[in-house]
């Protein structure tokens, strides 16, 4: 193993040192299973200090926001255990069912369009370089044609980027540090922890394992994974994802009309993210835009990631309608364009040539076979769970599958599948409070790998 491997696997930083014993870590165990073979893994960063003595200091404070964080972002910390347990393990195939990140082939026709702007760009004729800040206008109307279609959604209220994750942050640059906000409860973590560095949030309170100034909308199985809005206090900002991740679940019609009038009662804002919305396979909304009036209280963040595979090569877009004002009358759009205008360049315009083509009727198409082989994978891991007893939430809609352990630790359940099976999955108490005692089981995986971890948890839990 190599000294940067060595160092991410033994080196913790003071606040990751506290998140582990908080969550009741358990060193690596011997395995249980033997299986052969060994996976290379990519150590994704996680800011650490130095153990070294530091030679000079500059008068420099550092961001108090950021020493607000309890530890490294939640996906390359698995990441880290991975690696370790790799390391402990070097003869394990190990099998990575956590990170929600794709495993098959992006659809030739999408990268066939990608391959031929890449190609006319070495052209004199055919290059260019800065696009527009807001993405190709051709491409705006593209989405705004395929995904809104009678939504009173235009071209020109689309802003294609290089995926939802940055249009999150670059909202909460938008909203600035004096907003309050609300997040489901779990919920995708980029949500608060964005917050967080953006100053909008208390300290962090180990008692209840929240930050102070959020509002946590617990979701459970006991109220459908829908918030009860009566409980909920008034806040500027509301995060909301369906089909959700993590567990999966996507919100009935009835339930965002809830949501809607919620915000209307209270002058927020709704920042929808509907990242899964392909994966929805009932009457569920696929867009906060299908609800009467949401075009004056949401905006909605989406993404061809985990629709085309585009995971690596990074683009999606946010909707935001006319409609939408502050309580001083101005356009939520017009800020948003500035922002955009001074943080971005655009989106790469292969990404966008790529994005043209998933939205073309053999794109759309493509993309419907992607996305129904990984759901597929959720239906062999759904009935696996269920075979062993366990109740098992989401995977209908999304793919994702959320599997109850009453009683014990997420960390801990993590923790034992991956030193007795060499699987990985997510530990739900990542996700906020709310996932105390869930895992979560990702789609996202080859064939053989899904059906190969399914043997193993059943050989674990039978």
Request: hydrophobic letters at 35%; charged letters at 20%.
């Amino acid at each position: 193993m190599s000294a940067i491997h060595q160092n991410v696997s033994t080196s913790l930083s003071a606040s990751t040192s506290t998140f582990l014993s908080h969550n009741n870590l358990k060193s690596l165990r011997p395995s249980h299973v033997s299986v052969a073979g060994r996976m290379s893994a990519v150590v994704k960063c996680v800011a650490t200090p130095s153990a070294e003595k530091t030679a000079y200091k500059t008068d420099v404070a550092r961001n108090e926001n950021l020493a607000k964080l309890q530890a490294g972002y939640l996906f390359p910390e698995i990441a880290r255990r991975r690696n370790a347990h790799i390391a402990k393990n070097p003869d394990a195939k190990v099998i990575s069912l956590g990170i929600g990140d794709t495993t098959e082939p992006i659809p030739e026709v999408i990268t066939s369009a990608m391959s031929k702007r890449s190609e006319v760009l070495s052209t004199v004729s055919g290059y260019s370089g800065y696009g527009a800040e807001q993405g190709e206008q051709k491409l705006r109307a593209a989405i705004a044609s395929t995904y809104y279609a009678g939504l009173g959604i235009e071209e020109n209220d689309i802003f294609v980027s290089d995926g939802a994750k940055s249009d999150i942050s670059r909202l909460q640059v938008l909203f600035g540090s004096n907003v309050t906000m609300a997040v489901q409860d779990p919920s995708y973590p980029a949500y608060v922890d964005s917050s967080v560095i953006l100053g909008q949030t208390g300290l962090f309170q180990t008692d209840v394992e929240k930050y102070a100034n959020i509002e946590y909308m617990r979701c459970t199985p006991e109220n459908g994974f829908f918030p009860d809005l009566s409980t909920v206090r008034r806040t500027d900002i509301i995060f909301f994802c369906s089909p959700n991740n993590p567990t999966g679940s996507a919100a009935s019609r009835e339930q965002l009309t809830k949501l809607v009038q919620f915000a209307k009662e209270n002058g927020s804002i709704i920042v929808y993210d509907s990242a899964y919305a392909m994966y929805v396979s009932d009457d569920s909304p696929r867009s906060i835009f299908e609800i009467p009036g949401a075009r004056e209280v949401a905006l909605e963040v989406s993404s061809f990631s985990k629709y085309a595979g585009f995971t690596g090569v990074r683009l999606g877009w946010t909707a935001i309608p006319k409609e939408l004002h502050y309580s001083d009358g101005f356009p939520v759009a017009k800020d948003f364009n500035r922002i955009v205008c001074t943080c971005f360049n655009g989106a790469s315009n292969i990404a966008q040539a790529g994005g043209l083509a998933c939205v073309s009727p053999e794109g759309i198409k493509a993309m419907h076979e992607v996305v129904g082989f990984y759901k597929e994978n959720t239906a062999i891991i759904v009935d696996t769970f269920n075979s062993l007893g366990f109740k098992v939430y989401g995977g209908k809609n999304a793919p994702y599958v959320w599997v109850h352990f009453p009683g014990r630790s997420s960390w801990d359940v993590f923790s034992e599948i991956l030193e007795k099976t060499h699987v990985v999955t997510t530990p739900g108490s990542g996700f906020g409070p709310g996932g105390e005692g869930f895992v979560r089981v990702s789609a996202f995986g080859h064939r053989e790998n899904v059906l190969e971890a399914c043997r193993r948890f059943k050989e674990l839990y039978k």
